[in-house]
């Protein structure tokens, strides 16, 4: 079964719109992390954040911010004020106590001038 | 610091050949790393956990003789794609696991058998 599932395959905006990408995750677990993961077309992965299962507080790093919450399963970001340089593909991913990370999809964001 | 390396970045060789991709913890000693294979356009999907000094764990359907694993030191894992087809091709990736158990992503290795 998918333990992580991004929806939105493509997202396609301009310049300075927002984009918000969704991760539905699923465990039974009580203790996890989740993470999200930028990959560039260079193809290296850039870690973006991780937060823990006992903390929901939602996190603003720059024009990244993140919406994690426990009742929906769901741990969304959302770039604000878009650039160029975010064209990527974002993988959500979860780690469970094996410490595997599972992936979701991923999503295809391109930012156009 | 948390620094992961690959070795090499890409290769192309021949089918029936065996291929050796090298990961290495470059800053940190990394008891367990991980390697993953993605397909273009596609997910990464793990194939196996490095213990350094046992054996390697392989998920389901990944075949161990076919991708050999070594973790011979706390900051060294190495693939080897033994006798590599064209359905071997693709963007290997390995991870080590830091203190906290968190995963530091090595660059790839873009593989391409003809």
């Known amino acids: 079964a998918q333990k992580v599932t991004q929806a939105q395959t493509e997202i396609s905006v301009v310049e300075k719109e927002d984009v918000t990408l969704d991760c539905v995750y699923e465990?039974?677990?009580?203790?996890?992390?989740l993470f999200w993961y930028k990959q560039p077309p260079s193809g290296e992965l850039v870690f973006l954040i991780r937060?823990?299962?006992?903390?929901?507080q939602n996190e603003i790093s720059g024009r990244y911010s993140w919406n994690f919450q426990k009742s929906t399963s769901s741990f969304n970001f959302t770039i604000t004020a878009s650039q160029v340089v975010d064209s990527a593909v974002y993988f959500c991913?979860?780690?469970?106590?094996?410490?595997?990370?599972?992936f979701g999809a991923g999503t295809t964001v391109t930012v156009r001038a | 610091g948390a620094v992961v390396s690959q070795h090499p970045s890409r290769v192309i060789c021949k089918s029936g050949t065996s291929v050796k991709i090298e990961c290495r913890s470059l800053?940190?000693?990394?008891?367990?790393m991980f390697w993953y294979r993605q397909f273009p356009k596609k997910s990464l999907m793990l194939m196996a956990t490095?213990?350094?000094?046992?054996?390697?764990?392989?998920e389901q359907g990944v075949e161990k003789d076919k991708f050999l694993i070594n973790h011979a030191s706390l900051t060294l894992s190495t693939l080897t794609v033994t006798s590599a087809h064209p359905e071997d091709s693709s963007f290997y990736i390995c991870?080590?696991?830091?203190?906290?158990?968190?995963?530091?992503f090595g660059p790839g290795t873009r593989l391409t058998v003809l």
């Open positions: 991913a979860l780690s469970e106590d094996d410490y595997k990370l599972s």
């Open positions: 490095s213990n350094e000094g046992s054996k390697a764990t392989y």
């Open positions: 465990t039974r677990d009580t203790t996890y992390y």
């Open positions: 937060r823990n299962s006992f903390d929901e």
């Open positions: 991870s080590a696991a830091g203190a906290y158990n968190e995963q530091f």
């Open positions: 800053d940190f000693q990394a008891t367990t």
